[in-house]
């Protein structure tokens, strides 16, 4: 499109009110039964305000049904059930931005998509190096979103018009972007590895969540502790408290304590009462300033954060530190990291295992040049981890390099594109 986007400030049907009854969910199923075509999809969370990632509010539109949006927690309270939506709307392929967000939550509470099309996947399988639903609708219809509240906390009841907008227009152009990007796809001679790509989001985003090994060391900057065991007990042991107090009381953990401050209290390990008072942070209620309306919304937390008083902390800090050697955490073992991939760290790589490293450089050359001529970023050829993990070996002849990309969640199409060149270089 040419020229500056024109903004697109509410959906052109209205704005709808939540549908929060089973009376109106039973119309909505009927409603989108009777209508045709693919069903527009996106969900909000409150992700920084409550413990769960559970969806708050989703969001459809199918062409002769407008626009419907959802509370799915007062749906499940009534005890409607989704398997009637799913039957409404039988095999129609599912659009959705960035699926893999959302799929997760459409499948703890029952929803069965049958298709996808992901227009962030399609953008990016296009060249587009912005591929924000914004920057995405900007491109394609020349309309740019009013976007304001992304971040809000999507638990609140009742939601205000100005949430109810901004969630309306999250679906109401992916029909139409669905139909244009599908004719890039099939002029580019995408459109198949875009099918595979789908269907393998899809397949990811309704299958079962895989817990993280070890939970804790999420921590932001965990990796400062790397060579401080104690330190790394009492990040744990902190991260451990919070973790259990954050779902008890349904709130986000960071919301009760932050990262920032298990870190600092793990490399200072207050003995005493008069150190562990000078770490301001674990004795002072967690504060975020945004400049916004979200100040308000955190500001709901506060009763709930004041439970919470710093000597909880004190106790769990000291207990840590009363701990023997032998009961300190002990972290994944060897260069590769909890999931057993290859290391991320090209100084590793350079000055340890030089041989891998040239391998590595020359596989990285392969895809590179695929990449350009394609017109198709290189990351979405192959995973960067998968390509460290394939160069990871010091037998390559060995490597069968079709069977080991599809064992790392390769798609057809990727196979076929990449196997033949990359298994020359590696040898």
């Known amino acids: 499109m040419n020229g500056e986007p024109r903004l697109l400030s509410e959906p052109r049907g209205g704005i709808p009110d939540v549908i929060d009854t089973l009376a109106g969910f039973q119309?909505?199923?009927?409603d989108f039964s009777d209508a045709s075509?693919?069903?527009?999809a996106d969900a909000e969370r409150a992700s920084g305000f409550r413990y769960g990632h559970e969806d708050w509010l989703v969001q459809f539109k199918?062409?002769?049904?407008?626009?419907?949006?959802?509370?799915?927690?007062?749906?499940?309270e009534q005890g409607g059930l989704w398997s009637s939506f799913n039957g409404a709307v039988g095999d129609a392929t599912w659009i959705l931005h960035d699926a893999l967000q959302d799929l997760p939550g459409f499948a703890d509470v029952g929803m069965r998509p049958q298709a996808l099309f992901d227009t962030e996947i399609a953008a990016r399988l296009l060249g587009m190096h912005r591929f924000g639903l914004t920057a995405v609708t900007e491109r394609y219809l020349g309309i740019t979103l009013a976007k304001e509240h992304s971040a809000a906390d999507w638990s609140y009841r009742p939601l205000p018009r100005d949430w109810r907008n901004y969630a309306a227009l999250d679906v109401?152009?992916?029909?139409?972007?669905?139909?244009?990007?599908?004719?890039?796809l099939r002029a580019q001679g995408k459109i198949e590895w875009a099918?595979?790509?789908?269907?393998?989001?899809?397949d990811r985003g309704m299958s079962p969540r895989k817990p993280h090994p070890v939970p804790w060391m999420r921590i932001s900057h965990i990796t400062v502790l790397n060579h401080d065991p104690q330190g790394q007990a009492v990040a744990k042991a902190l991260w451990t408290e919070r973790d259990a107090l954050a779902r008890s009381y349904d709130i986000a953990p960071t919301l009760l304590l932050s990262d920032a401050a298990i870190i600092e209290a793990a490399r200072r390990k207050p003995h005493n009462a008069r150190e562990f008072r000078e770490i301001r942070s674990l004795n002072?209620?967690?504060?975020?300033?945004?400049?916004?309306?979200?100040?308000?919304?955190?500001?709901?937390y506060a009763p709930i954060q004041r439970r919470v008083k710093p000597s909880?902390?004190?106790?769990?800090?000291?207990?840590?530190?009363?701990?023997?050697?032998d009961e300190w955490p002990t972290m994944p073992a060897g260069d590769n990291d909890a999931r057993g991939n290859a290391p991320r760290s090209m100084r590793l790589w350079s000055s340890h295992h030089p041989e891998r490293f040239r391998r590595l450089q020359n596989v990285r050359k392969v895809i590179a040049q695929v990449s350009q001529d394609t017109h198709t970023p290189s990351d979405m050829l192959l995973k960067p981890q998968s390509v460290r993990n394939l160069c990871w070996t010091d037998d390559p002849q060995k490597r069968d390099v079709e069977g080991f990309l599809a064992d790392q969640g390769a798609r057809e199409w990727q196979i076929r594109l990449l196997a033949a060149s990359v298994s020359r270089v590696i040898m």
């Open 27 to 30: 119309r909505l199923c009927e």
């Open 37 to 40: 075509g693919p069903v527009a």
């Open 62 to 76: 199918r062409d002769g049904a407008g626009i419907a949006l959802v509370d799915p927690i007062a749906i499940h």
């Open 172 to 184: 109401e152009l992916l029909i139409e972007l669905e139909r244009l990007m599908r004719e890039d």
């Open 195 to 202: 099918r595979e790509e789908f269907a393998y989001a899809l």
């Open 284 to 300: 002072e209620r967690v504060r975020i300033r945004t400049g916004g309306e979200q100040d308000k919304m955190f500001e709901r």
């Open 312 to 325: 909880m902390w004190k106790g769990v800090i000291q207990r840590a530190l009363d701990e023997a050697p």
